[in-house]
């Protein structure tokens, strides 16, 4: 049986931040009257989330007792499970959690933060098709 996780860019929250933040810039340059370049310099930090959400860039997670597959805009990946001495699970500073294969060669491959599924979801699927997982709490690299 294969596990999936997916994640739309396209979603209700993200086009409801995307609005937020563009009332709130236009509110700045309308009523505070902010000079342009300043609401010019703050709307070129949304920009990249704009194209994401335009663009409807997919990510998705797929685990299954073979392998582990995912793809992440331009990124795809995929690694058969016998390959993988454990599961990397760090935790940052900011609750976030990111996932390494750590391989039996050593090396280790990151799993992008949008493809990433929840830490307890991935620990259980983890477990079923009998994968290691490893919780690092607070790393900071």
């Given at each position: 049986m294969i596990y999936r996780y997916e994640r739309p860019s396209r979603s209700r929250?993200?086009?409801l931040v995307?609005?937020?933040v563009w009332a709130?810039?236009?509110a700045m340059w309308w009523w505070l009257n902010a000079?342009?370049?300043i609401i010019a310099a703050l709307l070129l930090f949304t920009l990249p989330a704009a194209y994401d959400f335009a663009r409807g860039r997919e990510a998705w997670f797929e685990l299954d007792s073979?392998?582990?597959r995912w793809r992440s805009g331009r990124q795809?990946?995929?690694v058969a499970?016998?390959?993988i001495r454990h599961i990397r699970l760090e935790t940052r500073l900011d609750l976030t959690v990111r996932a390494r294969l750590v391989l039996d060669d050593g090396k280790r491959i990151p799993v992008p933060q949008d493809a990433t599924p929840s830490r307890d979801l991935l620990e259980t699927e983890c477990a079923a098709r009998g994968i290691e997982?490893?919780?690092h709490h607070f790393s900071l690299m």
């Open positions: 929250s993200a086009a995307l609005g937020l709130g810039l236009f000079a342009p370049w073979d392998e582990i795809n990946a995929k499970t016998k390959r997982t490893q919780r």
